[in-house]
């Protein structure tokens, strides 16, 4: 029995530091590839493009690994094949200057890489529940390798130049390679998969509106995610302070992961996502407000209140309302839209318009739009509860 017991909590710790390390590596990839473009001399603009363009590539290549992972019932030998190949191809890509070759591998990379996300999120959903662990105490390593990393990058940035990013993706992704060697297979749900229950759980209103509700809230979240860093930069923040702002957000969602369930009561989930939009409301309004970037950097301390809340508490609905057999296609559904298609719109559109009004412009836009989002999470609230 203890034999057991000691097995089954060796499994979350191995979990627990295949998360730190393999959101690290995600902290290089998704905080640091505009800076690294901007870097190389490409304009927001055309940052906005080859951002935009990857997340589409992306919107069809979550869903395809997605069903494959549910098909063959299998989540750590298609992360296992998904890192190993997002390993080589980053190593290029963060050695690469020209816009072509940056504008490919990027591309290459969408189509490997960011189908992880859904997936590791699944896997740390089903091993938290099987072995009664809270998601936020398995997530919270991620948070905290984001944050340290996003330090060391900055850092290794700031004194050793870019091209230093290419030798720590490689570091961090041979680490988090081995890690996943070391995880268990997560079960297979046991009832096969049927399409019709699928198409069912899509047409119902109730999972339209909710997935209305992400896809429109995802959007000024990533938009600030792509240029957070270029407007620290515009208001003369350096690399090492951008890493820093980075570990700042990361820093205040491993705390929030470790209490959100606190917050987050089962049937309350929709309440608490309208909560993280008016902070999210607020976040984007100060941020619009300042011209100092040492102030934009303590104002990321709202990460916690707003993208973790509404974060968990999604995740958190989604698996209540979808079949269990369909669970990780639908954590990937649910990563194409907050990674994905909200990604082609906020790279696109954020690009633009820093470019042509200036990154302030941007950010009292995303204020708008977050006020905007949680109008409409009240809506879908009270919808909900006349259900």
Same mark, same amino acid.
């Given at each position: ?212 509700? %992400? *896809? /429109? ?11 957070? +860093?270029?407007? !620290?930069?515009?208001? $003369? =923040? ?97 990563? %194409? *839209? /907050? ?11 954020? +690009?633009?318009? !820093?470019?042509?009004? $200036? =990154? ?28």
């Amino acid at each position: 029995m203890r034999r057991h017991v000691a097995g089954r909590m060796r499994q979350v710790i191995f979990l627990r530091f295949y998360n730190y390390f393999y959101f690290s590596l995600f902290a290089l990839f998704l905080s640091f590839l505009p800076i690294y473009l901007s870097e190389r001399g490409i304009t927001a603009t055309n940052i906005g493009l080859i951002i935009g363009t990857g997340s589409f590539i992306g919107v069809i290549s979550q869903p395809l690994w997605g069903m494959i992972s549910d098909k063959y019932k299998v989540v750590k030998k298609v992360l296992l094949l998904l890192i190993a190949v997002s390993v080589i191809v980053g190593a290029f890509l963060f050695q690469s200057a020209e816009l072509a070759s940056l504008f490919f591998l990027t591309c290459v990379m969408y189509f490997f890489f960011m189908p992880t996300d859904p997936l590791v999120e699944s896997l740390n959903y089903r091993v938290s529940q099987q072995h009664k662990v809270s998601f936020g105490s398995v997530r919270m390593f991620g948070a905290l390798g984001y944050a340290m990393a996003s330090s060391i990058i900055g850092y290794a940035g700031k004194h050793y130049g870019i091209d230093s990013m290419a030798v720590l993706f490689v570091l961090y992704g041979v680490i988090t390679l081995l890690l996943c060697s070391t995880l268990a297979e997560v079960p297979a749900a046991t009832k096969p998969m049927a399409l019709r229950d699928i198409k069912r759980f899509f047409t119902r209103r109730q999972t339209l509106y909710f997935l209305g509700l %992400v *896809l /429109f809230l995802a959007i000024p979240h990533r938009m600030n995610d792509s240029y957070i +860093g270029i407007y !620290m930069k515009s208001l $003369g =923040g350096d690399v090492q302070l951008i890493g820093q702002a980075w570990t700042v957000m990361t820093i205040i969602e491993f705390v929030f992961f470790a209490i959100c369930h606190y917050f987050i009561k089962k049937g309350h989930e929709l309440k608490v996502i309208a909560a993280a939009a008016g902070f999210y409301t607020l976040r984007f309004l100060f941020s619009a407000l300042t011209t100092d970037p040492v102030a934009l950097l303590w104002l990321q301390l709202l990460q916690g209140v707003s993208f973790v809340l509404f974060y968990t508490a999604a995740i958190q609905y989604l698996y209540a309302i979808i079949p269990e057999e369909w669970k990780a296609t639908g954590q990937t559904i649910l990563a %194409v *839209l /907050f990674f994905g298609v909200s990604s082609i719109v906020a790279a696109t559109l954020g +690009g633009w318009v !820093m470019d042509m009004y $200036g =990154g302030a412009a941007l950010y009292y836009g995303m204020a708008a739009w977050a006020f905007a989002g949680l109008l409409l999470s009240l809506l879908v609230w009270k919808k909900r509860e006349k259900e």
